[in-house]
């Protein structure tokens, strides 16, 4: 069994410093300002339609994160016309499966979520090429489902850590992405960079549940006023689409939403909260990081995180 947190013991942070390094070069900001054609309702509009294929899949969450990242790399260096946002969605969505999925659907099978007659596999080969190109070939970069994953691990990853505390976390994390899948489809949420609004997600989430005893410390590679500025935006979004939220992942956030506090999360104590949220398709948080190695008491924990935590779809 691959023992994710003891691998994490021994990667983790090597991992994010590498990962945090590369982001700026990953994360293009203000990418619809050379494009006099596309406004920022066009991009909710087609990320919509992109998670709604995800979910019709049931694909990795990994593989949504890859996809938006394409399409605002590529929009940032070329200048699109309205009617090709959508066939650029979808083309960044199937190359990202064939990137990240082994036994991924066949483009017959992808495209026809899409309900465009014009979406034939020709057609979409001809554009994934003219992606890649313009991608310069970079198919992998880290994306906020690393930084999730990776401050998620933080939270687990000491010795002491009880099993009531991996499957608060498993919940968080399960709830962040949910948020995340929100947050890309918001074009104002794309200048912070994902290492900080996955830290803002899970810290929603843990307010949505309730959770002020989580252990574990996050990064501190940002200064506290963007950290505040970004969590409030977050939170608001949250209250602002329970429903949203609710719908995207059924069973996952409560009916009725704790009122949101802007304040940073107190991981010191409280009483722990269980909650099963695993699905038919349970993903290991630490998939990104995964190298054999381990002991049996981190090998049971990493376990119990795989069972306990859910996944978009």
Known sequence: MDDAIQTFSEYGQDAYLFNKGLERYFTPSDFLANQPKQHAAMWQEVTNTLIKVHRHFSLDFSILCLAINYRARYISCRTLKATMLKLLGATSLFLATKVMERNGPSAEEFL???????????????????LIYHLEFRLQGPTIDFFLEHFSLMRVSDKKCSQGNIIRTANSLTAARGIAALAMTKYDFHPYAPSLLAQCCLKAADQIFGYSNIVGEESSDYPAHLMQECLEKTLLLVSANKNVLQQLMPGVFPEKLPQQSTSPTNHNGSQAVNRDISDKKTRGVGSSQKKPAGGRKSAAKAAAFRKTTGKLN
């Open 112 to 130: 026809e979520p899409f309900g465009e007659a014009s979406y034939t596999p020709e057609y979409i080969a001809y554009v994934e090429k003219h």
